[in-house]
C-alpha cells in the first residue's frame, strides 16, 4: 500500500487530495496544525492522523517519527499547507514565507530519509502559477491584476525549491502544480474558484506518478506551465 502524507490536509484541496487517493487504495496520513480539526476530516475520511504545523520544527520532526515508526517509509508526500497574507509588510511576509516555503524545507528534509526507503518516491508541491514571471507579466493571465505580492514571491519560492530538491535528489520525483483557482478558505473573501475536488484531481496526477515520470516541473491540468 502507498504511505502518503499530506500536509494541512483538514479542509480545502488538501481534504479532496486526501479522499481520492483514499478511494485509489492509498494509505493516507492527514497532517494539520490544529488536532481537533485534523482528527475530524482523518475520521471522516477514513484517514490516519499526525499534529504537523509546517512552521514548527519539534511539531514536524514528531510527525515524521510518527509515520517512520508506523510504516517504516515514505512514498508519497504533498505540500498542502498555506496561507494568504494580504497586507505588505514585514510580519506578513515571515508568515508567508514560513509557511509556504520555509515549510517545504522543514517537512522535506525530515522526510528525506523515509522517501528514500519507497521503490518510487514522489513529492507534490501544491504551488501557483501566480509565482511564475511568465503568468504575472503576461496580460491576458488572471496573475497579472492579481494584488497578492507576497503570496506571489513565496509560491515562487516554492516553485524553485522543487526544481532544487528534483536535481539534488533524482531518485525521487519533485514536482510543483498549479492546481487552478478554487473555492477554498483563502478565497472565499472573493467569491471566486472552482470545487476543491476538481483541482483536487491535478495534484492526484502528479501525486500517482511512475518512476518514468516528469521531475523538477511546474504543472496545471494542461501540462508543464513556463514560470
Known sequence: MTVTLITGANKGIGFETARQLLDLGHDVYIGARDTERGKKAAAELGARFVQLDVTDDVSVARAL?????????????????????????GPSALRAFDTNAVGIVRVTEAALPLLRRSAHPNVVTISSSAGSFWAVNNPERPEFGLPFPLYSASKAAA?????????????????????????????????????????????????????????????????????
Do not use: C
Request: proline share 5%; charged share 20%; glycine share 10%.
Open 65 to 89: 517519527t510518527e509515520i517512520d515508526a508506523a510504516e517504516g517509509r515514505l512514498d508519497v508526500l504533498v505540500h498542502n499547507a498555506g496561507v494568504l497574507e494580504s497586507v505588505l509588510d
Open 159 to 227: 516553485t524553485m525549491l522543487t526544481v532544487q530538491y528534483a536535481k539534488a535528489h533524482p531518485g525521487i520525483r519533485f514536482n510543483a502544480v498549479e492546481p487552478g483557482t478554487t473555492a477554498t478558505d483563502m478565497t472565499a473573501a472573493f467569491g471566486i474558484g472552482r470545487p476543491a475536488h476538481e483541482s483536487a484531481r491535478v495534484v492526484v496526477r502528479l501525486a500517482t506518478l511512475d518512476a518514468t515520470g516528469p521531475t523538477g516541473t511546474l504543472q496545471d491540468e494542461t501540462g508543464t506551465l513556463p514560470w
